[in-house]
């Protein structure tokens, strides 16, 4: 497989390589707590895979003071990327964020941080199951 220079992209593409490992990410989480009708998984994956639960989880990072310095560069460089794609169910300041955190999972991913990228699935799969997101 070829290696990407995550340094050079731009937001954008780290964030399409970031959507594609946290979705993957979240389906196996899924399929692991037992669930098996695809149904019930796509209703389940919502609370995770949103721009309105990548909001939610965003605040929550902050208030938590989860992320890196780092970390926040790459999720600023996606949050302020020049998108030409209009936000569907959702409004523009949830969309950009979602695609910050999309970016940022893109940079660890890339960057081969794999412990660390571990951490903060773990962690936003114990905000979703908790009800935090609810109150966000």
Known sequence: MEQLDYEQMNGLSLAYIGDAIYELTVRNHLVAMGLTKVNDLQKKSRHYVS?????ALYQL????????????TYFKRGRNAKSYTKAKNTNVVAYRISTGVEAMIGYLYLSKQEERLQ????????????GRTNNV
């Open 51 to 55: 721009a309105k639960a990548h909001a």
């Open 61 to 72: 990072m902050e208030d938590d003071q989860l992320l890196k310095e780092n970390e926040l």
């Open 119 to 130: 951490t903060i699935m773990e962690w936003i799969f114990d905000q979703v199951e908790s």
